[in-house]
Structures are given as C-alpha cells and as structure tokens.
C-alpha cells in the first residue's frame, strides 16, 4: 500500500500537468432519494452500514433486522460465531493465511456471519463457503502480482477516469466468481448464512452494507454483475482506481451511484443491528456465547521508520499513519459493542516480529512470506488477543493479554 501511494502520487503530479478531458457524465442520484434507491430488479439487499437497527427500521421498515439478523430466529439459543475481515491491499495474504491454517488444524467454525472490506472482501466470500474453497483463497493471495491487479494506463490518466487502470482486478473476479459460486452463496443464505460486504457511497459520504447471499439470491445474470461489481467497488482505492458506477432506480428513472473501497468510511466492520439483536436488546431474545473473529490486516502498533523530508515521503507516511490509526479506532468501536454485547472479543494482527519489507506494490514474494506466516499461526493455533491496547487495568503501556480462543 505504501508503495502503491507512491506511484499514486507521481502519477497525479503528472495528471495534474496534463490536465484532463471530461469524465463520462452521469445522471446522479438526488438526494432526496439516496434512502429509496435500489438496484433494479432488487429488493432489500444492502443499508446503511453507520444506522442502529432502529435507524435502519425507519428508513426502510425491517430491512437492516430482516436481512442481517435471520440466523437469530431459528435457534435463538445456538451460540454464534462472527467473523471480520479487514482491508490491507497485499497485507490481506496475512488473514487469508490465518483462516486457511485455522481451516487445516480443523476447528475452524461455519461462520454464522463474515464480513469484508476491500481486500477483506475478497477473502470473505471463500471463506464463507467453507474449507472446500481455501485453495481458491490461497491462490488469490500467493500466486498473483501487481499485474495481475492493475496496469499504469496514461491513456486513462489524461482522461481523467483514473490514476490506475483495475480490469486486471475486475478480471480476476470474473474467474472465480461464477453462477456455481454465488448459488453456493444464496444456498447458505437460506440457511439463515449471512455475507456482507461494505462500499462507500461517495455522493453520501456513507457505508453501505450489502446483502451478498440476497443478491445470489436472484440467481439471474444481473445477479452475478452486481456480485462481481459489489466486490470490485469494495477493494476499489478512490482516486487511485475509477468508481464503481451501480446502476440503481427510483420509481421510473434510472441512475446511477459511485462506490468506492469500503475502507473509506469503516475499515473493517460490525453492523450495529446485528450486534444488537445478538446480544439481546429489548423484546429480543438473547444468543448466549457468542464469539467474534475480528482479523486486522495489518499491524496495530506504531512502527518507528525515519522519514525523508520531501513532499511524497511524508505525504505516503501520512496516510499510511491517517489508515493505521483509523482501523484502530474501527477496533475500538467493535470491540465496545462486543463488550456490551456480552459477545466474547478476538483479534488478529500482523506480528510485530515479521519484518519482511517490499516497495513493490501487490509483490508476490512478500503475500506469499504473509500468507505463509498467517497459515502457520493459524494451523498451531492463533493467540487471539482479547483486548486492545490501552483498555489493560495497568495503563495505556501495559502488553494487552493473549490466549488461545480456538478450542
């Protein structure tokens, strides 16, 4: 990522010289209507992903509890099991490793819920589906570069559409997630399975959180371009790569939203409504002993690295430092409603202790050294931390406590 900020930044100096034509225009949504916007052919597949349950009720009546929470209906009483997934652009080999590891050591639960976020989003899906798909997962993060993620396209630069060109990306989707995929998706939907997967909305400056197994559901080819697009607008950086444009309608006229990498707004998330009925709110029967997996990829503790006075080496460890320190307050906030939720916490991170370094963006000998070191964790058995730093009773200094949570 710090690589590819690099790269990002020369390259707008270049746009910026350049200049740029105009951008496709676009019939853009009012806001009026921004609550009442579906994909068409779609019903209640995607919310808000910053509404409480009772927000989410108002703007559209059931939708957040109906589609998110249905696995607390049939056995209320089956303790649950929660999985979050991060963004981290090549770091997320590290969580591809863990579960696939923790997939091998063979006491890897069925999730009741997964959750992703940019490259987190491209982890989720598989593992949803189980351990029949973690060859998939391992291929996806050890056996593809940069190239096979994005190419440097002037053409595009001038243009204006974007600094990267992401068909590489968008075509790599394409090869994994086919019909049989998403019928596998919509098959544990009906389970009471949840996947959800966050976009920005940048017209909103919102999270929004979508349905996956809602939009298998539909079993049509629209189903399986939103799918893919969905995934794609996930792991989509803004300015870096173009918007994903989802077409959506209002009535009788059609429009169409930018989404971008859901990291924008929540690297790494927990909807508020889920949290709340799981841990029994009012009128709510309670899930007793639930767990949440929450899987950072990246590190959480400052790194000290001297830093070169010139404009692009502090503006990239900037925003490396403005992205660490967010997921982190991400962290802080799940890891509140987990504690008042009576949900048990655990975390993983990148260990301090790996040391590996690259400047090459998506370097296919560093995921594979990532994914290689996460497996291994997680086939001997993740010390999950319960805590984050600070929240210890000996102070903001004090080494947040670590234990197995496996078994």
């Not at 989410?56 to 979050?84: C, H, I, K, Y």
């Not at 899906?125 to 593809?144: A, C, H, N, S, W």
């Not at 996930?234 to 870096?240: D, E, I, Q």
């Amino acid at each position: 990522m710090r690589a590819l900020t690099s790269r990002a930044l020369m390259l707008l100096v270049l746009l910026l010289v350049a200049g740029c034509s105009a951008i496709t225009p676009r019939n853009a949504l009012p806001e009026a209507a921004a609550a009442r916007s579906e994909p068409a052919g779609f019903h209640s597949i995607r919310y808000w992903g910053d509404e409480t349950g009772l927000d989410a009720g108002r703007s559209d009546p059931g939708n957040a509890d109906a589609m998110a929470v249905s696995f607390t209906r049939s056995e209320p009483r089956r303790q649950l099991n929660l999985l979050a997934i991060s963004g981290g652009a090549e770091d997320g080999a590290f969580g591809a490793g863990v579960l696939a590891g923790w997939g091998d050591a063979g006491n890897r639960p069925s999730f009741d819920l997964v959750t992703g976020v940019s490259s987190g989003a491209l982890i989720a899906p598989f593992v949803f589906l189980g351990r029949e798909r973690d060859d998939q997962l391992r291929e996806i993060f050890t056996k593809y570069g940069r190239k096979d993620i994005f190419t440097y396209n002037v053409s595009d630069l001038v243009q204006g559409a974007a600094l990267l060109d992401d068909t590489p990306l968008a075509q790599l989707i394409e090869k994994y997630i086919d019909q049989e995929f998403i019928r596998e998706v919509a098959r544990e939907r009906r389970k009471g399975r949840v996947l959800l997967i966050g976009t920005t909305n940048l017209d909103a400056q919102r999270p929004v959180l979508w349905d996956m197994g809602r939009i298998a559901a539909s079993d049509t080819p629209e189903a399986l371009e939103l799918f893919r697009k969905v995934l794609l607008a996930s792991a989509t950086l803004p300015g870096v790569f173009a918007p994903v444009r989802i077409k959506v309608r209002v009535g009788n006229q059609d429009y169409d939203e930018l989404h971008v990498d859901g990291g924008v707004t929540r690297q790494v998330f927990i909807a508020p409504s889920i949290m709340r009925l799981v841990s029994g709110g009012p009128g709510r029967k309670t899930v007793s002993g639930s767990r949440l997996y929450v899987i950072r990829n990246g590190r959480i503790d400052p790194q000290f690295k001297p830093v070169s006075p010139n404009v692009l080496s502090v503006t990239r460890r900037s925003l490396s430092t403005l992205i660490k320190n967010q997921s982190i307050g991400d962290l802080y906030r799940i890891y509140s409603m987990a504690q008042q939720g009576g949900v048990d916490f655990n975390l993983a991170s990148i260990p301090t202790d790996f040391n590996q370094q690259t400047d090459e963006p998506f370097d296919q000998r560093y995921m594979s050294a990532l994914f290689d070191r996460g497996y291994d964790m997680g086939r001997r058995g993740y010390p999950w931390l319960k805590s984050l730093p600070g929240l210890q009773a000996g102070g903001p200094q004090s080494t947040p406590r670590l234990r197995s949570a496996m078994n």
